[in-house]
């Protein structure tokens, strides 16, 4: 079982930056990929950025090409989203999301995630 807790969130200006921070409880945290969703009022959940067990491999969605970057340190059982260059359109709420540890491939499914966040709001203003 695993548990997550994201925080960060807040109101921006386009153009500023934001760390989203993700913290998992469980033991088994470096077995899980990790993920960050999001959604916007009136849309489905998107997949945002994934990243492999060890960190090593990330996977980003073409709109946080660029201006996102994803990163765990599986010894505090966190996963991180920098946000760059934010724009009114990454006005969501940002969910973490893990598969279970018998999965090692990041996927873009939101139905492939075993275990999610509560979410944090995000929002840009222009």
């Known amino acids: 079982q695993v548990q997550l807790v994201e925080s960060g969130g807040g109101l921006v200006q386009a153009g500023d930056s934001l760390t989203l921070s993700c913290a998992a409880s469980?033991?088994?945290?470096?077995?899980?990929?990790m993920a960050w969703f999001r959604q916007a009022p009136g849309k489905e959940r998107e997949f945002v950025v994934g990243i492999s067990r060890g960190g090593t491999s990330t996977y980003y969605a073409d709109s946080a090409k660029g201006r996102f970057t994803i990163s765990r340190d599986n010894a505090k059982n966190t996963v991180d989203l920098q946000m760059n260059s934010l724009k009114p359109e990454d006005t969501a709420v940002y969910y973490c999301?893990?598969?279970?540890?018998?999965?090692?491939?990041?996927?873009?499914?939101?139905?492939?995630?075993?275990?999610w966040g509560q979410g944090t709001q995000v929002t840009v203003s222009s």
């Open positions: 469980g033991r088994t945290f470096a077995n899980n990929v």
């Open positions: 999301a893990a598969r279970s540890a018998r999965y090692f491939t990041v996927t873009s499914p939101d139905r492939d995630y075993d275990y």
